[in-house]
């Protein structure tokens, strides 16, 4: 298992531009793919993004297609969300996320999960 934990969260206004990160524990980070989800106030964890071993592939939500960015640092132990043009809806506490499987889109509660981060857009 592999421990993260997630920074970068804060609040913002629509349009506006947040970059979280996820530090992740232990030398066997380049044996897992990456993911970050997302769960609002009432509704359902979604996802959001996902990055593969090696960040050659990654593989986004339509929600968030052309927007959020995500890539990573096998060198810092670390996966990177860039989010763009924030809009209300974004709105949510945001995970990381660590599988051994990269899937396109990651689906259920497996693997190692962070605390989450909360990020707040304001209209």
């Known amino acids: 298992q592999v421990q993260l934990v997630e920074s970068g969260g804060g609040l913002v206004q629509a349009g506006g531009s947040l970059r979280l990160s996820c530090a992740a524990s232990?030398?066997?980070?380049?044996?897992?793919?990456m993911n970050w989800f997302r769960q609002a106030p009432g509704k359902e964890r979604e996802f959001v993004a996902a990055?593969?071993?090696?960040?050659?592939?990654?593989f986004y939500a339509d929600s968030v297609k052309g927007r959020f960015t995500i890539s990573r640092d096998n060198t810092e132990n670390a996966v990177y969300l860039q989010m763009n043009s924030l809009k209300p809806e974004d709105t949510a506490v945001y995970y990381c996320?660590?599988?051994?499987?990269?899937?396109?889109?990651?689906?259920?509660?497996?693997?190692?999960w962070g605390q989450g981060t909360q990020v707040t857009v304001s209209s």
């Open positions: 990055i593969n071993r090696s960040s050659g592939d990654t």
């Open positions: 232990g030398r066997t980070f380049i044996l897992y793919a």
């Open positions: 996320n660590a599988r051994r499987v990269f899937e396109t889109p990651p689906r259920g509660g497996l693997g190692s």
